[in-house]
């Protein structure tokens, strides 16, 4: 048998792993991430909602009403916090754990800047499977004073105003 015919099987085989690794490597927690936020700063809502598993986890956002679907609550909880006040993120840092990725965020926004706040900073956790996000919360880092004050003209966080109980 000729060396050139032994090689195909050899080279069959590495561009076989090499497809697996690269469909393996698109569907990642960190390439998800990075497709995530290339959409929401194109406005790409179709692209958003295309992310989004049809069985995700529920959002607790307050803005989503009983009868929305669990993508249609994501989905709202992102273009009304992101897409459409034009935020940017940009990533200080990322840790992922299996199909968890956990990604640090300095986020800016015309919105935060209207409410005194030049950006603020928490941090996105996304759960991702076979290439589509099965959960997504945004955890802000209150030990942070311009995403505190931020927040708290929104009524969420330590520094969120409390009602007065009367005896």
Not at 3 to 21: I, K, N, Q
Not at 36 to 41: C, D, G, I
Request: net charge neutral.
């Amino acid at each position: 048998m000729n060396a050139s015919l032994m090689r195909r099987p050899l080279v069959a085989l590495c561009l076989t792993l090499g497809v697996a690794t690269t469909a393996w490597s698109a569907d990642s927690p960190d390439t998800v991430f990075d497709r995530y936020v290339t959409a929401v700063h194109a406005g790409d809502m179709a692209a958003v909602r295309a992310l989004i598993a049809p069985d995700v986890e529920r959002s607790d956002f307050v803005g989503c009403r009983p009868e929305m679907d669990h993508p249609s609550c994501l989905a709202h909880y992102i273009e009304a916090t992101v897409v459409r006040p034009k935020a940017r993120l940009t990533v200080v840092g990322r840790r992922v754990d299996g199909d968890t990725v956990a990604v640090d965020l300095e986020v800016r926004s015309p919105l935060y800047t209207q409410a005194g706040a030049e950006r603020i900073v928490g941090q996105d956790i996304v759960r991702v499977r076979n290439g589509l996000i099965h959960a997504f919360r945004f955890a802000p880092d209150f030990r942070d004073e311009p995403t505190a004050v931020f927040f708290a003209t929104l009524g969420i966080g330590p520094r969120a105003a409390r009602p007065s109980v009367k005896p």
